[in-house]
């Protein structure tokens, strides 16, 4: 009877501590109060919204950029000559006189087949020499890519300032005999024959000897 007494006293202590921990907790509810900030609509509903349009970027324009000057023909052949001398002072293969030269310094004047395959003979124009090439052979702003039967193939390249190395095909053909190329052929050829025929004519009498 005891136990049972004791237990229940402490059942009851328990419950009212619990229920004392339960309201002191639990915060008083406030009732809201009504709110008196206005605050506007997002948009009018009878009014057209207005667009506004975007200011476009100016676009910044770059600098062209212009070629790469050329030097002086004759700031060229200085620079192959030294060339030459470095590569015979290393003992190296020696580059060929038309690395000097531009593509529009020559002319083609002969296409002819050799036991390398086909070949060509230019003439460089500002010096009025002349040389047999083949394919593969370098020029100043290019390279001898084919040899056809009555033209040149080229690869052409062209430097810019930044850097850049732009790359075409540039074809030449062989340079058409004109007129005074004819009349000077012919004279070759008919001179030598006048002379032995001046030599041959009894008319003639040989020139005494002394």
């Known amino acids: 009877m005891n136990n049972y007494t004791e237990t229940r006293k402490k059942l009851i202590g328990g419950?009212?501590?619990?229920?004392?921990?339960?309201?002191?907790?639990?915060?008083?509810?406030?009732?809201?109060?009504?709110?008196?900030?206005?605050?506007?609509?997002?948009?009018?509903?009878?009014?057209?919204?207005?667009?506004?349009?975007?200011?476009?970027?100016?676009?910044?324009?770059?600098?062209?950029?212009?070629?790469?000057?050329?030097?002086?023909?004759?700031?060229?052949?200085?620079?192959?000559?030294?060339?030459?001398?470095?590569?015979?002072?290393?003992?190296?293969?020696?580059?060929?006189?038309?690395?000097?030269?531009?593509?529009?310094?020559?002319?083609?004047i002969g296409i002819f087949r050799t036991p390398r395959g086909y070949a060509a003979m230019v003439e460089a124009t500002p010096i009025k020499l002349s040389y047999t090439i083949y394919p593969g052979e370098n020029f100043y702003n290019g390279q001898l890519v084919a040899i056809e039967e009555n033209r040149l193939v080229f690869r052409r390249e062209t430097r810019y300032q930044d850097g850049r190395r732009e790359v075409s095909v540039e074809n030449k053909p062989l340079r058409q005999v004109d007129t005074i190329d004819q009349l000077s052929a012919a004279a070759a050829k008919v001179a030598p024959a006048t002379e032995s025929e001046k030599k041959q004519d009894p008319a003639i009498p040989p020139t005494p000897n002394n």
């Open 15 to 108: 419950l009212l501590t619990l229920g004392a921990l339960l309201i002191c907790g639990t915060p008083a509810v406030k009732g809201q109060e009504p709110s008196t900030t206005y605050r506007t609509a997002p948009h009018d509903p009878f009014n057209r919204p207005v667009f506004v349009p975007k200011k476009k970027k100016k676009k910044t324009e770059k600098p062209a950029v212009g070629v790469v000057a050329t030097p002086s023909i004759q700031a060229r052949i200085e620079s192959y000559k030294s060339q030459k001398l470095r590569a015979m002072s290393a003992q190296q293969p020696a580059p060929k006189p038309t690395t000097a030269f531009l593509l529009s310094e020559f002319q083609v």
